[in-house]
């Protein structure tokens, strides 16, 4: 039977940062993963590019059952400690908006980093090695691989959650966690396109690719971004980080004009253009399919002089609060993170170890711990890895 100090379950962000830090300790740590190919969700994350972080990071970024619980983490090891790695590797990037850091090249420079700081700790790496089971045994754990076993005194569980299925993502570490009496909250996508009902799609079909700077709410959240239509709903920026807000049910506020008041514009352009279209002049600030469909939709029909107040109020209340309600999102097939996880509340916050399961630590995206879109779940891979790996 082989032997290790500490087993790692999956390559990804996490599991890497956390293998390379507990290595850099002089353990003997053993990576394993199904995929055939490490980093997979960081090679194809940020247009393959990689968001690897975001320089506003802070706790209020952060949805989780206990939104503490991601505190100490986060503070030991900043977007700057994490730049600071990329540096060390002469890997160049710039900050594209918010705060986010994308690489100037590839994604696969980020992946090529760990990867050579996995060399620089010793750790060994096994690929196409999907684990079979695991059992708590006298000074640890046994993990079935392949027909064979190896031992060790810690086991990380960094194998993430249910998003992008097609990558290979499955709920192994909530099996995992439940095996061994953690609690796992509700899970659900995050970071998704949302969907209309047929009815509806039917009558936006015209709208299909239209983009446009947005402030979309939902409950408290408020968020000021970039906004698509597709032909099954809502996606872009401003969707995908109100969606992990969302519920079934509810409906959505978007404001397609922000800064401006439409129903004032629509006045004075009635004084001062009388002869122009509604559409012409929403035409000011919206895109030109999205003019036109919203003034043939509240029957804006004729020149501007022509409609009355109530119906210029109705067209301002359509651009500046749409309120829609979704079905659906298009669920764990797109989206980014999973919402939810391992409960936190079995959790040490300094070290990620499970409190009641000595050696047993779960970090990364398995936790209930979800960032914003834009670096900031990355951000929580290097912090909880880190943290981890100072520790097991």
């Given amino acids: 039977m082989e032997r290790f100090d500490v087993v790692i379950a999956g390559a990804g962000a996490a599991g890497m940062m956390c293998a390379i ?17 490490p980093g997979e969700k960081i090679r194809i994350s940020g247009g393959g590019r990689c968001n690897f972080t975001n320089t506003r990071t802070t706790p209020g970024q952060f949805l989780s059952q206990n939104p503490r619980f991601c505190i100490s983490a986060l503070s030991r090891y900043t977007p700057a400690d994490f730049i600071g790695l990329v540096d060390r590797h002469r890997i160049p990037w710039h900050e594209k908006t918010l705060g986010q850091l994308f690489c100037d090249g590839s994604a696969r420079e ?88 047929v009815g509806l799609l039917a009558r936006l079909k015209d709208l299909t690719g239209v983009a446009l700077d947005v402030r979309v709410g939902c409950g408290k959240a408020r968020f000021e971004e970039a906004m698509l239509f597709t032909h099954r709903g809502l996606s872009g920026p401003a969707i995908l980080q109100v969606s992990s807000y969302w519920r079934e049910g ?57 409609q009355p107040d109530k119906r210029l109020r109705a067209i301002a209340e359509a651009v500046n609060r749409w309120r829609v309600k979704p079905v659906g999102s298009e669920g764990y097939r797109t989206a980014e993170v999973t919402l939810g996880g391992v409960d936190t ?48």
């Avoid at 830090?21 to 190919?37: F, I, Y």
């Avoid at 439940?178 to 909250?185: C, N, S, Y």
């Fill in 345 to 392: 509340a079995g959790l040490d916050s300094r070290t990620l170890q499970a409190k009641a399961v000595p050696g047993l630590y779960v970090i990364g995206e398995a936790v209930d711990v979800t960032g914003w879109l834009g670096g900031y779940n990355f951000q929580w891979a290097w912090a909880s890895g880190w943290s981890a790996g100072q520790a097991c």
């Fill in 250 to 306: 509810e409906a959505i506020e978007v404001d397609m004009a922000p800064g401006v008041d439409v129903f004032e514009g629509l006045r004075r352009a009635r004084t001062e253009h009388p002869k122009q279209a509604v559409a012409t002049v929403l035409d000011r600030w919206l895109p030109n399919r999205l003019a036109h469909h919203v003034a043939d939709a509240e029957g804006a029909t004729g020149n501007i002089a022509d």
């Fill in 110 to 197: 980020i992946i090529d980093m760990l990867l050579a700081e996995l060399r620089s700790a010793g750790v060994t790496l096994r690929l196409s090695s999907p684990i079979d089971r695991v059992e708590k045994v006298e000074g640890g754990f046994e993990v079935a691989v392949g027909g064979g076993r190896i031992a060790c005194a810690a086991l990380v569980v960094a194998t993430g959650g249910k998003s992008i299925p097609k990558m290979g993502a499955t709920g192994f570490a909530y099996d995992v966690a439940r095996q061994f009496g953690l609690a796992v909250t509700e899970t659900r996508p995050a970071l998704v396109p949302l969907t209309f009902e």
């Fill in 21 to 37: 830090e507990a290595g850099k300790r002089g353990r003997q740590v053993l990576v394993l993963d199904h995929a055939a190919a």
